[in-house]
Each structure stands twice: as C-alpha cells, then as structure tokens.
C-alpha cells in the first residue's frame, strides 16, 4: 500500500510559479515510479508528468513541456512538480500518483495509488 499527500498548491497570476510536494508512506519510495495528473471542471484527468523510480528518466505532456520539471528525492519520499511559467489554461485539481512498476508511462491505468488532489488556479 501507498499513501500520497499533496501539498503546495494555491491561487497564483499568470506568469507566475508554484511548487508541488507529494510525500508518499508505505510501500518503498524507490519500487515505483511516480506521476502528476490534473483535471479541470468537467475535463478528464490528464497526464502532466513522470518520473522513473531513479529519478533517470521524465517524460511530459506537450502542454507543460519547459514550463514544468518533475523532481523526486527518494530519501524523503517525496514528488515535486515545479510549475513556472503558469497560464490560466493550467488551473486545475493537480494530483500526483505512485505507479505499478519503475518505468515512467503516461497511462492513468498504470498508476495505482492516487493522492486527495490539491487545487492550482491561475488568474489572467
């Protein structure tokens, strides 16, 4: 079992940046790999980013690639999301998820484990 908490999230304007922590308990921080997703009112849950369970690998969805960086520290085990650059467009419910195995995926069916969620909006 995994439990994930997220944290960081809040009102900021446009242009600006946030930071996401996700502190994880339970299972081995370093067995899986981890995820952000976020969803937005009467939007499906999208994928953001990932991180494989090293921290070696990251991959990105189009939409936030430059503007966002996943980081992991497997000491504290914790996800972080950085989020600069922030557009209204990114406002959303931001969740981070622990994954089935060590490789990173883009896929919401390979993530097992969801946290509570933390609202991100982005004012223009």
């Known amino acids: 079992q995994v439990q994930l908490v997220e944290s960081g999230g809040g009102l900021v304007q446009a242009g600006g940046s946030l930071r996401l922590s996700c502190a994880a308990s339970?299972?081995?921080?370093?067995?899986?790999?981890m995820g952000w997703f976020r969803q937005a009112p009467g939007k499906e849950r999208e994928f953001v980013a990932t991180?494989?369970?090293?921290?070696?690998?990251?991959d990105y969805a189009d939409s936030v690639k430059g503007r966002f960086t996943i980081s992991r520290d497997n000491a504290k085990y914790t996800v972080y999301l950085q989020m600069n650059s922030l557009k209204p467009e990114d406002s959303a419910v931001y969740y981070c998820?622990?994954?089935?195995?060590?490789?990173?995926?883009?896929?919401?069916?390979?993530?097992?484990?969801w946290g509570q969620g933390t609202q991100v909006t982005v004012s223009s």
């Open positions: 339970g299972r081995t921080f370093s067995d899986y790999a």
């Open positions: 998820a622990a994954a089935r195995f060590l490789r990173t995926t883009i896929h919401r069916d390979d993530y097992a484990y």
């Open positions: 991180i494989s369970w090293s921290g070696g690998r990251t």
